[in-house]
């Protein structure tokens, strides 16, 4: 009769305990990282399709202003709209302590002219588009920044924005890379002095 040796189970090591642990807290920060990156990278998707938004809607109410113009064939945009003033809630103050949006967007604040369905000359319609838009531009991200500007192809005459000249509409807002990093923004968003912005820009020629 054959004895068999009997057999001995060793334990798990701490050595291979700790290298368990080790590749397990990599995965788990690699999980970590992705999923900040991905909340990142909403945000900044959601500042652009608002941008996107806002752009638009100031695009359709300026095509929907121009008159025909005096001097062509052409078609202009009265030079109210080009007033920045107009534009950022630059024309209205806000005492509460509450951000923009709540404090002069929820309600018609004192000076700007109620638009809706309402008569309303060129220079109050301007005055109330550039309030609504800011509105729009804000309501998702409180340090967005609207600019309209003219590249007027005639400079000797009288109008800002001369017929067949090219407007821009700029939505901007700051960002940086997921790490808190500068990132290489275009020149055309640095519309409020910083470059470190991201933007959407649409132009429109009449």
């Given amino acids: 009769m054959i004895r ?32 900040f990156t991905g909340t990142f990278n909403n945000v900044q998707s959601v500042s652009r399709s608002q941008g996107e938004l806002v752009a638009r809607y100031v695009a359709e109410q300026l095509v929907a202003v121009a008159e025909p113009s ?47 369905g309402a008569q309303c000359s060129v220079n109050d319609l301007a ?16 340090n967005m920044w609207l600019s309209v500007t003219c590249s007027d192809r005639d400079a000797g005459d009288a109008k800002l924005c001369t017929s067949g000249s090219l407007v821009s509409i700029a939505v901007s807002w700051p960002v940086k890379s997921s790490t808190g990093n500068s990132v290489q923004a275009d020149s055309r968003c640095a519309i409020t002095g910083s470059t470190n912005r991201a933007c959407v820009i649409k132009e429109i020629t009449l």
């Fill in 4 to 35: 068999q040796r009997p057999t001995t189970q060793a334990g798990v090591g701490m050595m291979e305990i700790l290298v368990s642990l080790f590749v397990l807290s990599v995965g788990l920060l690699g999980v970590a990282s992705l999923q």
């Fill in 70 to 116: 005096s001097t062509d064939d052409g078609w202009e945009i009265d030079d109210a709209f080009f007033n920045a003033n107009v534009y950022n809630f630059q024309n209205v103050s806000c005492n509460a302590s509450s951000n923009n949006y709540q404090c002069l967007c929820l309600t018609l604040p004192a000076g700007i002219p109620n638009c809706r």
């Fill in 127 to 142: 005055t109330f588009t550039g309030w609504e838009a800011s509105c729009q531009a804000v309501r998702s991200n409180p």
